[in-house]
């Protein structure tokens, strides 16, 4: 007699693994096959490509398959695809990769802004900001943008400072609390995966959790000194009433800075009274958690209110001081927010 078919959930693996395992073989017109490994960005150097791999991942001057694409099917009933909500603006950060990360804000009208805290090749602090879109569950920065040109302290020149495009990047939610992100700058590119470290206040993502809302909600969002274009501060008010705050910024020798810390709430001022700063690893396929260098900075104060607000803050690292600024609500996020004046 024939053997007995194979159970149906062999079946499906047999599927999934066959559709899993596809790739992807072309050429150009001059032959070329494809780079099999574009995380590492093909150039030209004594007459031949470099970081041109083949199939099987070595360099070369004519590529390969790529065998990069992954695919899954099933034949059972899925959830309704997600798609990115208000929700989703929080900070961000690769669980390997402790040290670096990324402040989402989403805004009306399927608008975002990014702002991403890293490293440079010598372990020196470095930040990019950027301005994209919402598309399905994905947001795309087209263009990420490191600002350069401003020093910290009274000799800030907003006209000194330049924002020059550096690369792009995409994030990819799969759900409310996990996605990855692909990004380009200058010669690499690489992926990251997602945690959420924040959540915010009035801002649910998935169903609603029904928790309440007080009008500190609407202070969430960038605050600056208009006479100060080019720093500035991304806050956070959290569920539990206190508050997250990041400050881009510059040292006193124009090398590009970023303070973060925690707060709460103390007789209508947000109190920051253990801002930090970092050092230590390197930017990109070198990054090092373990060179991650946390340092005490200071302590700073908000006072924020719907017509405008002011900062002050006493560094403990040489050469910062202390000072005021006054402040202006430059973004509120696609949710609790002031009235708008006409």
Do not use: K
């Amino acid at each position: 007699p024939p053997p007995p078919p194979p159970p149906l959930d062999n079946l499906r693996r047999q599927r999934q693994m066959c559709i899993r395992d596809r790739s992807i073989s072309t050429r150009n017109m001059t032959g070329l096959g494809l780079d099999t490994d574009p995380s590492t960005v093909a150039g030209w150097a004594g007459g031949h490509w470099v970081r041109y791999e083949d199939s099987n991942g070595n360099e070369a001057d004519f590529g390969g398959r790529d065998e990069q694409f992954r695919l899954q099917v099933s034949t059972e009933s899925q959830d309704p695809p997600f798609t990115l909500e208000p929700g989703i603006a929080a900070a961000w950060f690769d669980a390997e990769r402790n040290g670096e990360g990324f402040i989402i804000e989403v805004l009306p009208d399927d608008q975002a802004v990014l702002y991403g805290f890293s490293y440079d090749a010598e372990g020196d602090q470095d930040w990019y900001i950027a301005a994209g879109t919402l598309s399905g569950n994905q947001l795309r920065f087209p263009e990420l943008l490191r600002v350069s040109g401003g020093v910290f302290g009274p000799g800030f020149d907003p006209d000194a400072v330049q924002r020059d495009p550096v690369g792009s990047a995409t994030f990819t939610w799969s759900g409310c609390q996990l996605g990855f992100m692909d990004w380009h700058i200058g010669n690499e590119r690489g992926r990251q995966t997602l945690d959420r470290l924040s959540r915010l206040q009035g801002l649910d993502c998935g169903p609603p959790l029904g928790r309440p809302i007080s009008d500190i909600a609407r202070f969430s969002g960038a605050w600056y000194d208009p006479a100060r274009s080019g720093e500035g501060f991304t806050v956070q008010i959290l569920e539990d009433n206190s508050a997250l705050v990041y400050w881009f910024s510059y040292d006193p020798d124009g090398n590009r800075r970023w303070f973060f810390g925690a707060g709460e709430l103390q007789d209508g001022t947000w109190v920051f009274p253990d801002m930090n700063t970092t050092l230590g690893p390197t930017f990109g396929s070198g990054f090092d958690p373990e060179a991650l260098e946390l340092q005490p900075w200071g302590r700073l104060e908000l006072d924020l209110s719907c017509s405008g607000g002011e900062a002050r803050f006493e560094s403990s690292e040489a050469g910062f001081g202390s000072g005021t600024y006054p402040l202006v609500q430059l973004t509120s996020l696609h949710g609790p927010a002031c009235p708008s004046i006409d």
